[in-house]
């Protein structure tokens, strides 16, 4: 089975605010601490590393970011997350993994767009549902809630993964394309992201690879970071989120540090300031 921490949820709400916390705040901030099965993250995060932002499309970004989700909570606490659940309801991919939490004031709004809507589709064809109601002074409460349906997640257990080409590597899902990237990390780390692409040339042939999306979302999601122009991993190599039948882990691993021992002390330092 891949790693409980390979379960990704996406977290939609308010704006963060430090000073005013709303809902989803105060729920990032409990999950963090107390989920550690599962890997949240929100879009916010995730724009502090994306650098193509020219003609941004922020609900297309965020339409993409809800590919990799094996969850999508969306907390309805401001006109954002109504387009959001809008959005989201309307592809079918992405309705069945919506867990939506509402303010127990429309509970009985039986008569509303949004509640005969997207909310009704919710509530008949995703995998979370029903909706959770409930006062957001006091959103905590739900919490027991929330772990209960993120347990309906089913582990993927690790499948066969033939990558023998650039069309099989490209035609990857989202999810397993981005774990795939966060094991090469590891493996070759400290690594450029040119460096990155020629390791993919070598293996599926030359040609045009853009990973940049999948690398700010691995930064945003802590499984790396970048010091320094090169990528680093989070992760121990121990932990890789797929089985490489045919390579000693660690004797690669310990080969390649004696090359950066002599012919490479930029990368050796990496180290020792992470």
Do not use: W
């Amino acid at each position: 089975m891949l790693r409980a921490d390979a379960v990704l949820v996406f977290l939609c709400g308010k704006k963060p605010d430090s000073k005013n916390p709303g809902g989803r705040d105060q729920i990032l901030d409990y999950v963090k601490k107390h989920e550690k099965n599962f890997r949240f993250f929100i879009a916010e995060k995730f724009f502090e590393h994306y650098k193509s932002l020219d003609n941004l499309n922020l609900l297309d970004i965020e339409n993409n970011l809800a590919k990799y989700a094996d969850c999508i909570i969306i907390v309805l606490e401001s006109e954002g997350t109504f387009t959001e659940l809008g959005a989201f309801s309307l592809n079918k991919d992405l309705v069945k993994n919506i867990m939506l939490i509402n303010s127990d004031k429309f509970k009985n709004n039986d008569d509303s767009f949004v509640t005969l809507g997207p909310i009704a589709k919710i509530n008949k064809e995703s995998n979370f549902k029903p909706t959770i109601y409930t006062d957001y002074k006091s959103i905590l409460k739900v919490t027991s809630d929330i772990h209960a349906r993120l347990e309906r997640i089913k582990r993927e257990r690790i499948k066969h993964y033939p990558i023998i080409d650039y069309l099989t590597f490209k035609a990857l899902k989202p999810k397993i394309k981005l774990l795939f990237i966060s094991d090469l990390i590891s493996l070759f780390q400290p690594i450029t992201y040119a460096e990155i692409i020629n390791v993919l040339n070598g293996l599926y042939g030359d040609n045009k690879y853009d990973i940049s999306f999948e690398m700010s979302f691995l930064q945003s999601i802590d499984l790396i970071k970048y010091v320094n122009k090169y990528y680093i991993s989070t992760m121990s190599e121990k932990n890789l989120f797929f089985i490489y039948s045919d390579i000693n882990i660690i004797k690669y691993r310990s080969n390649l540090l004696n090359l950066y021992y002599k012919y490479d002390h930029e990368r050796i330092n990496i180290f020792a300031d992470r």
